[in-house]
């Protein structure tokens, strides 16, 4: 006895195995007579009869799956294009901020050496520092979040080296932006001067600290030991065997690394230690600057400020040099 349910487009059916007959050379199809069905046909080999049916879905199905293979070829091509544009508006992205860093840094050196030469700032000089120093702290706060993210990746430990970079230059390039707004304010505004002093000494203990940590670590060195961690922690049987696909790449990963973006911000870790090595033994260097305030008309005029290594007040015993 049997009993069947039909709902929807699925057939469910409870059957009696005594009901049940045995199936032919292979498993086909039921064979229905008078009393129903009476056997079950096999299936014969594509080769024979039915040949005529079957081609025609097996080509039908091979022309699928080569137009189905073209299409994700032409997929990949245009994944590549893409990567091959992002790549190209990174690059004019970096290049663009190095631009903008190298003009900046420039206005600042021409700024630094006219006021050397007649020590004094006119409004030009004035607009030029304004410039630059918007073009800097722009770059520094943006490359200062930058600096600060995992590198992740071999792309993000090549970009993380040109993120520190750009934010060391650009910090030392404010350092000189706030020595000539010092040097500003004992010229316009005298009684802004100690803040200004202060502002510069806070600033370079902030960027000293900044420097000394870079030096201890830095993202791409920690993205590296991470990978080697990985290597390191395989088993035999998967290092030599099921992973060992996975290892070679990650061992050629760490390789470039090594030699690429590593190599590349230890060489600039150098000029950081020097920084910071100067920085150090220069700390005594302004005792031996005088500043000179006076006023022009003979006393009547502005109260002016400039600073000189070419006079120096000593005490009553000593004289002047």
């Given at each position: 006895m049997s009993s069947s349910l039909?709902?929807?487009n699925v057939?469910?059916?409870t059957v009696d195995p005594a009901t049940l007959m045995p199936i032919g050379a292979g498993v086909g199809s039921a064979v229905v007579g008078p009393a129903g069905i009476v056997a079950q046909a096999p299936f014969l080999?594509?080769?024979s009869a039915i040949l005529p049916v079957v081609a025609p879905v097996v080509f039908f199905m091979a022309v699928s799956s080569v137009?189905?293979?073209?299409?994700?070829?032409?997929?990949?091509?245009?994944?590549d294009q893409l990567g091959k544009a992002l790549e190209q508006l990174l690059v004019r992205q970096i290049a663009g901020d190095y631009?903008?860093?190298?003009?900046?840094?420039?206005?600042?050196?021409?700024?630094?050496e006219e006021f050397d030469g007649y020590r004094r700032f006119t409004e030009e000089m004035r607009l030029r520092l304004a410039?630059?120093?918007?073009?800097?702290?722009?770059?520094?706060?943006k490359y200062a979040f930058l600096s600060k993210r995992p590198a992740g990746s071999e792309l993000g430990a090549n970009l993380a080296v040109s993120d520190i970079e750009f934010f060391t230059v650009s910090g030392l390039a404010d350092v000189q932006v706030d020595r000539l707004r010092l040097k500003l304010a004992l010229q316009d505004n005298p009684d802004d001067a100690w803040r200004r002093v202060s502002v510069l000494n806070s600033k370079i203990d902030q960027y000293e600290r900044s420097f000394r940590k870079l030096l201890e670590e830095d993202s791409v060195s920690e993205y590296r030991k991470d990978l080697q961690d990985s290597v390191d922690s395989m088993r035999w049987w998967n290092r030599n065997v099921l992973e060992r696909g996975t290892r070679k790449a990650k061992e050629a990963e760490i390789e470039r690394i090594e030699s690429g973006p590593e190599h590349r911000l230890?060489?600039?870790?150098?000029?950081?230690?020097?920084?910071?090595?100067?920085?150090?033994?220069?700390?005594?260097v302004g005792q031996s600057r005088t500043v000179i305030f006076y006023r022009e008309d003979g006393g009547r005029g502005d109260l002016n400020a400039y600073y000189t290594?070419?006079?120096q007040f000593k005490g009553q015993d000593s004289k002047a040099s």
């Open positions: 039909f709902a929807g057939f469910l059916a080999a594509a080769s137009m189905m293979c073209a299409r994700l070829d032409q997929v990949q091509v245009s994944l631009a903008v860093l190298a003009s900046a840094m420039d206005r600042l050196r021409d700024v630094s410039l630059a120093e918007k073009d800097l702290n722009v770059l520094h706060h230890e060489t600039f870790k150098l000029y950081i230690a020097k920084w910071l090595d100067d920085l150090a033994s220069n700390n005594d290594d070419d006079w």
